[in-house]
């Protein structure tokens, strides 16, 4: 079965994106993003998505983005943030390499940005974003082999810390 060598999860804001890519190189490997995945099947950003078909439509085509990516992808694959909500997903990722990028709320909302378009933050960021968590942290715990902290470190740091984590250093 082929399967991918690393699977981030976490928050928006935690650095899934850039950490991917730098693994990815790192290991010689392709990096995938879910999210993109989902945008480019679907012909339209995420947060259109969520406006025009709701959320349940979204989160359907990221339980099959999802569901595919682990099936087909050899390399590092990073997982939108609400990725761990589907029980199946959950179900999907145990016993892979999966690293949970743990982020502090102030350098989550100071990297994604007050204004981007993340269409579950829209309103009162820091308090949606709080309550996001709240949710989605002992889902994100449920399906990591390994814990990364984000705070106080560069992306580079954190891939790093990845590697250790999952015993991938030497590769």
Known sequence: MTAPVVVLVGPPGAGKSTVGRLLAERLGVVFR????????????????IFIQDGEPHFRELERR????ALAEHPGV?????GAVLAEQ??????????VYLE???????RRVGLDA???????????QWRELMERRRPLYLEVAAAVVDTGGRTPEQVAE????SLELKDQ
């Open 161 to 164: 810390a990845v590697l250790e």
């Open 77 to 81: 694959l990073a997982l939108g943030g």
């Open 103 to 109: 982020v502090a709320p102030a350098d989550a909302v």
């Open 89 to 98: 997903t959950r179900e999907l990722l145990r016993g892979r390499p999966v």
């Open 65 to 68: 983005a999802v569901a595919d």
């Open 117 to 127: 378009p993340r269409p579950l933050l829209a309103v009162n960021p820091r308090q």
């Open 33 to 48: 993003d879910t999210d993109t995945d989902i945008e480019q099947q679907d012909g339209k950003p995420i947060p259109e």
